[in-house]
């Protein structure tokens, strides 16, 4: 190749001022997990009083992350994510009332359940795209509830599921009444589910999976099967929420049916389009923001919190489309221009 | 060295979208290692062709077999995992993704050090690995779009259009490149002079069917025929 050939390539480039952009955007992304891991040592410090809140901010956190690889990075949509959630919870507090106490096997057999679940019913449904696809997550959800609402002999039905007693974590540390164990121990599994989903979202099958959500066909023709990916992410996912419902009922002692709600599966759906889909951190960031919002507005107006919540989603998809976490992207074009 | 994979045989091809049929009763063949341009006026069925190859429409009849293996009853992803690789007309990058993570999705389980094969036959490539697939020029992502289908290591790679909107030098560039290939290739290309001057043989299309096929060099000197098929005749 002539060297004339290759300084007139350089006249059909754009600016090299482009590259810049991808490197800020992964320096910032490699940033993240030493940030949340600082910001959530500070807030155990900083708010003693909150650690049950914050303890659910974690484990919802994992549960929206779950939502962000399915729907982020596979453009599966779905409003049925719950349905891993809430078995991930009922199957953990299942065998810990009857079978096991250890809090790390506890995780381990919420996300084999909500890892299942989704592997199932994913073969089954993701066939379908756009709004059928929609209306399937939606039925799964139900049934899912409506099969633990009546085996009300092993999830309590209505009630709820109690008695939930871990044994201390590592034979050590106990889950004391403060919740210091719990939140701390929360948010090392959240640190755990990003690092490996990030993971995830990097390798080939991420890329891949990434691929069908732009164009299936050019997987298809690159010799991936789109579909075989979707299900796989799909129960990968699972497994996350599984393990996400498992830390709800590990650190908080109870599971009810709401955890495996359609209504759950939607305020996920608010939590990431709040924050930002497809960027892994943004599903923390939306979590993070929804739910103290929701925390505080409630004590202040406990009847028409949801009305704040409302417009400030409002406000976050008219003024910023890609979510909170978007701000990111302005401040890189900002450092560009 | 000959190669002995890439046979391809297409007979009787009928081919459309759905029920409509845009392909005619195809036949000709490619012989392994061999170049083949495939010609015609816009809208004559040659995209069609190699969409149907690749399995991206409906067929209606007739057979494409690579190395004696029937590949018609087959989906896309099969065909490609059996040895068909494609550079479609839109190029299709995956703007998301950056140039590195384009190429990765056409490895096929390769490990990521083969990478080093697309950065070698496209050095402008591994410059710009790190920048998002949505932010190269054109003639980049033809670059990137032969590069990644080349990673899956097909024995015949169908290329629609790869010169379409670049500039002369880049045209000489990526022509270049493919000219190191052993591969078989199936060229749909407008630039006919350039077409020819690349391939072996041709095939011209005319409303779906084949109305011409012999030796490219042949059809080169021809101006009637090329006249009277595709509307140009050529410099001497």
């Known amino acids: ?337 | 060295m000959r190669r002995t994979e890439g046979t391809l045989e297409i007979t009787g091809l009928t081919a459309g979208y759905g029920e409509t049929r845009i392909v005619e009763d195809l036949t000709f063949t490619v012989p392994a290692g061999g170049r083949l341009a495939l010609l015609g006026r816009n809208g004559m069925g040659k995209t069609t062709t190699l969409a149907t190859l690749v399995g991206q429409t409906t067929r209606h009849a007739g057979s494409i077999r690579l190395d004696g293996v029937e590949l018609g009853g087959l989906n896309s992803s099969a065909r490609a995992a059996a040895g068909l690789g494609y550079v479609p007309q839109t190029r299709d990058i995956f703007r998301s993704l950056t140039v590195e993570e384009n190429l990765v999705t056409g490895l096929k389980g390769r490990p990521r050090s083969a990478l080093e094969e697309a950065y070698a036959l496209f050095p402008r490539l591994k410059e710009r690995r790190g920048n998002g697939g949505g932010a190269l020029s054109g003639g980049e992502q033809q670059m990137l779009s032969v590069a990644r289908a080349l990673l899956g290591r097909p024995t015949v790679l169908l290329l629609d259009e790869p010169l379409e909107g670049l500039a002369p030098v880049i045209c000489d560039q990526l022509m270049h490149a493919l000219a190191q290939l052993t591969i078989t290739l199936i060229l749909v290309e407008q630039q006919v002079d350039r077409a020819l001057d690349f391939a072996q043989s041709a095939v011209i299309l005319e409303r779906g069917r084949v109305v011409h096929e012999g030796a490219a060099a042949a059809l080169r000197d021809d101006h009637a025929l090329m006249e009277r098929h595709l509307g140009v005749a050529l410099a001497v």
């Open chain 1, 1 to 337: 190749m002539s060297g004339r050939h290759m300084g007139a390539v350089a006249a059909d480039q754009p600016p090299q001022v482009a590259a810049r952009g991808p490197r800020l955007r992964r320096t910032l992304g490699g940033a993240a997990v030493p940030l949340l891991a600082a910001a959530g040592l500070a807030a155990f410090w900083l708010f003693p009083n909150d650690l049950g809140l914050m303890t659910r901010i974690a484990a919802t956190a994992l549960y929206v992350l779950s939502l962000d690889l399915v729907l982020g990075f596979g453009g599966i949509a779905t409003l049925g994510q719950a349905a891993m959630f809430g078995t991930g919870a009922y199957a953990a507090g299942i065998a810990a009332v009857h079978l096991v106490s250890d809090p790390l096997v506890l995780l381990a057999v919420g996300g084999l359940a909500g890892g299942l679940v989704a592997l199932v019913t994913g073969a089954l449904i993701l066939h379908a795209r756009g709004l059928t696809l929609l209306m399937l997550t939606i039925a799964v959800v139900q049934i899912v509830q409506e099969v633990v609402n009546k085996a009300r002999d092993l999830t309590g039905g209505s009630d709820g599921l109690s008695g939930i007693e871990p044994s201390p974590l590592f034979g050590l540390f106990r889950f004391d009444m403060f919740g210091r164990t719990s939140y701390l121990f929360a948010l090392a599994v959240l640190l755990v589910g990003v690092l490996v989903a990030r993971r995830i979202v990097r390798s080939p099958f991420g890329l891949a999976c990434r691929g069908v959500k732009e164009d299936p066909l050019r997987v298809a023709a690159l010799g991936g099967s789109p579909r075989r990916y979707l299900v796989t992410l799909y129960a990968v996912a699972g497994v996350f929420a599984g393990v996400a419902g498992a830390l709800t009922a590990v650190t908080s002692g109870i599971v009810g049916l709401d955890s495996v709600s359609f209504s759950w599966s939607a305020e996920a759906l608010v939590m990431l389009v709040l924050g930002g889909a497809g960027r892994l951190v943004g599903a923390i960031i939306g979590t993070v923001a929804f739910m103290t919002i929701h925390h505080v507005m409630a004590a202040i107006d406990p009847f028409h919190w949801m009305l704040f919540i409302g417009l400030f989603l409002m406000g976050t998809v008219l003024f910023l489309p890609g979510g909170i976490a978007s701000l990111a992207d302005r401040f890189i074009k900002g450092n560009r221009a």
